[in-house]
């Protein structure tokens, strides 16, 4: 038997040897030595749901705060914490990460995961280190676990009452000039837009439809003949007949339309092959996309809901 061969199976004895006697030992300590006690088990998941204990999202399992200690932590993360991290969790003007789905957060109790960050654990990475006792630590964290556990999934804000924007801040009579040089050609407001404010009387709505260009009332895709407000396409095979019909939408690659039926075709497109015409009525609005302001937005709006 070849030396090299004997010393492996010796050394691999060995290592077996060594093993057994450690599983031994750690199995059957010797008499009178202190044992240490074992860590307490965390509550079984429910039938069906095995993973979803405590050890999975400790965050989510555990009781509400007090409400007291929750307010102090409120103060307190808007002092300390609400530059980076954003008022609502999400991320700040600072850069700081979004906390409703943060891993030290989601696996935090009563503080434990977030003191270390806190303490500038990690620095390196961009988390200063922030002087605050650890009763202030325990208090922000209760806080940001209260909105932990009203927040919806993947990271999304905590629900809430609605926020309601108030767009009516322009200047009705800029957005009156406004108006006569840009629209006068194609819109009237004693004619298509008479009544408009009354009969959309939700400013964010009014001014969603008419920086789109859209319609009151019309749906999404209606079949039957075109609307006026419909772009419609011509297609001009190499060989066959001419379509027409609703453009649904179009490509390098492809061009579909709508026909009259309601049916849809659909042309593979390969450079000028076939030749697409479209002639689209709101062309104008979309170029004008490019031009508005938010000022002029505000103008405009604020002067259609004059139109009683």
Same mark, same amino acid.
């Given at each position: 038997?070849? &030396?090299?061969?004997?010393?492996?199976?010796?050394?691999?004895?060995?290592?077996?040897?060594?093993?057994?006697?450690? $599983?031994?030992?750690?199995?059957?300590?010797? #008499?009178?030595?202190?044992?240490?006690?074992?860590?307490?088990?965390?509550?079984?998941?429910?039938?069906?749901?095995?993973?979803r204990?405590?050890?999975t999202?400790?965050?989510?399992? *555990?009781?509400?705060?007090?409400?007291?200690?929750?307010? *102090?932590?409120?103060?307190?993360?808007?002092?300390?914490?609400?530059?980076?991290?954003?008022? #609502?969790?999400?991320g700040?003007?600072?850069?700081?990460?979004?906390l409703?789905?943060?891993?030290?957060?989601?696996?935090?109790?009563?503080?434990e995961?977030?003191r270390?960050? +806190?303490?500038?654990?990690? %620095?390196?990475?961009?988390?200063?280190?922030?002087?605050l006792?650890? &009763?202030?630590?325990t208090? $922000?964290?209760?806080?940001?676990?209260?909105?932990? &556990?009203? %927040?919806?999934?993947?990271?999304?804000?905590?629900?809430?009452?609605?926020?309601?924007?108030? $767009?009516?801040v322009?200047?009705?009579?800029? /957005?009156?000039?406004?108006?006569a040089?840009?629209?006068?050609?194609?819109?009237?407001?004693?004619?298509?837009?008479? /009544?408009?404010?009354? *009969?959309?009387?939700? &400013?964010?709505?009014?001014?969603?439809?008419?920086?789109?260009?859209?319609?009151?009332?019309?749906?999404?895709?209606?079949?039957?003949?075109?609307?006026?407000?419909?772009?419609?396409?011509?297609v001009?095979?190499?060989?066959?007949?001419?379509?027409?019909? *609703?453009?649904?939408?179009? #490509?390098?690659?492809?061009?579909?339309?709508?026909?009259?039926?309601?049916a849809?075709?659909?042309?593979?497109?390969?450079?000028?092959?076939?030749?697409?015409e479209?002639?689209?009525?709101?062309?104008?609005?979309?170029?004008?996309l490019?031009?508005?302001?938010d000022?002029?937005?505000?103008? +405009?709006?604020?002067?259609?809901?004059?139109?009683?």
């Open positions: 038997m070849p &030396a090299r061969f004997r010393l492996t199976m010796r050394l691999l004895v060995g290592v077996a040897l060594l093993v057994a006697a450690r $599983v031994t030992i750690q199995g059957r300590p010797s #008499d009178g030595a202190a044992q240490t006690p074992a860590a307490p088990q965390a509550p079984a998941a429910p039938a069906g749901q095995a993973g204990g405590l050890q999202f400790p965050a989510q399992q *555990r009781p509400p705060g007090d409400p007291a200690i929750v307010e *102090r932590g409120k103060q307190l993360y808007g002092i300390a914490c609400r530059s980076c991290h954003g008022a #609502d969790l999400r700040g003007d600072m850069g700081g990460p979004n409703l789905r943060s891993d030290v957060m989601l696996n935090d109790r009563s503080g995961t977030l270390p960050v +806190v303490r500038g654990s990690r %620095a390196t990475t961009g988390m200063p280190a922030i002087d006792p650890d &009763a202030d630590i208090a $922000v964290a209760a806080y940001i676990h209260s909105v932990l &556990a009203t %927040a919806q999934g993947q990271g999304a804000p905590p629900r809430g009452e609605p926020v309601k924007l108030n $767009v009516l322009g200047d009705a009579g800029a /957005g009156r000039a406004y108006f040089a840009k629209c006068s050609t194609c819109h009237s407001p004693t004619g298509d837009l008479q /009544g408009i404010g009354a *009969r959309v009387p939700d &400013a964010m709505e009014l001014q969603n439809l008419w920086v789109g260009g859209g319609r009151v009332g019309a749906t999404a895709e209606p079949a039957g003949p075109p609307r006026r407000r419909d772009a419609i396409v011509t001009t095979p190499a060989a066959g007949p001419v379509v027409e019909g *609703r453009l649904d939408r179009i #490509d390098d690659f492809s061009v579909t339309l709508i026909l009259a039926d309601g849809r075709r659909t042309f593979r497109r390969a450079g000028d092959i076939p030749r697409v479209i002639n689209d009525p709101l062309a104008a609005h979309k170029a004008m490019q031009t508005y302001t000022r002029d937005m505000h103008n +405009v709006t604020a002067y259609l809901v004059t139109l009683k």
